[in-house]
C-alpha cells in the first residue's frame, strides 16, 4: 500500500509539473513575444539532446535571475524537444526558472522562416526583441557568457 501511495503521488507531481510548462504552437508564441510593450525578450531556442544549447543554459538562467524583478527583461526558452516528458523531467532536474515553452510545431521548414530568413534551423538560437524600440535580433549561435548575451540588450 506505502508504494502505491508514492507512486500515486509521483505520478500526480510529475503530470502537474507537466502543466506548468506551457505548450504553444507558432500563431501562441508569436503573440506572446511580439508585443508593442516596451519589453525586451530575450527568446533562446533549444532542446535537452543539444550539448551546445545545454551548455549555454545556465548563462540564461543568470540572465533571468538578474531581471527577475525587472518588468522590462523577460528571458523565455523554447525547447524544440520531441517530447514534453523529456522537457519537464530534464526542467525539474535542472530546476529551470527562467519561462520555459514546449514547442509544438513540428514541421520546421514552415515556422523557422516566421522567426528570421536568415536561420539555417541550428540551434541554439536566439533572437532578442523589444517592439517598442523597434529591436529584431536573430543569432545563430552558442553563447560563451551572460555578459555576452547582456551586452546585445537594447539599451
Not at 510593450?37 to 545556465?58: G, R, S
Not at 541550428?122 to 543569432?139: C, E, M, Q, R, W
Request: aromatic share 14%.
Amino acid at each position: 500500500m506505502k508504494i502505491f501511495a508514492i507512486l500515486l503521488l509521483s505520478i500526480m507531481t510529475f503530470t502537474l509539473q507537466a502543466q506548468e510548462i506551457p505548450s504553444y504552437n507558432l500563431e501562441e508564441l508569436q503573440a506572446e513575444i511580439y508585443t508593442d510593450e516596451d519589453v525586451t525578450y530575450i527568446v533562446n531556442f533549444w532542446a535537452t539532446w543539444c550539448a551546445p544549447c545545454v551548455k549555454e543554459l545556465p548563462y540564461f538562467e543568470a540572465l533571468n535571475e538578474k531581471y527577475k524583478e525587472d518588468d522590462k527583461v523577460k528571458v523565455v526558452l523554447v525547447s524544440l524537444d520531441f517530447t514534453l516528458d523529456r522537457l519537464v523531467q530534464y526542467a525539474e532536474k535542472n530546476k529551470l526558472k527562467s519561462d520555459v515553452v514546449f514547442f509544438t510545431e513540428k514541421k520546421p521548414n514552415q515556422w523557422i522562416p516566421a522567426f528570421s530568413e536568415e536561420w539555417t534551423g541550428s540551434i541554439p538560437a536566439t533572437i532578442i526583441l523589444n517592439g517598442h524600440k523597434g529591436v529584431n535580433d536573430f543569432y545563430e549561435q552558442s553563447f560563451e557568457s551572460m555578459k555576452e548575451i547582456e551586452e546585445l540588450l537594447p539599451k
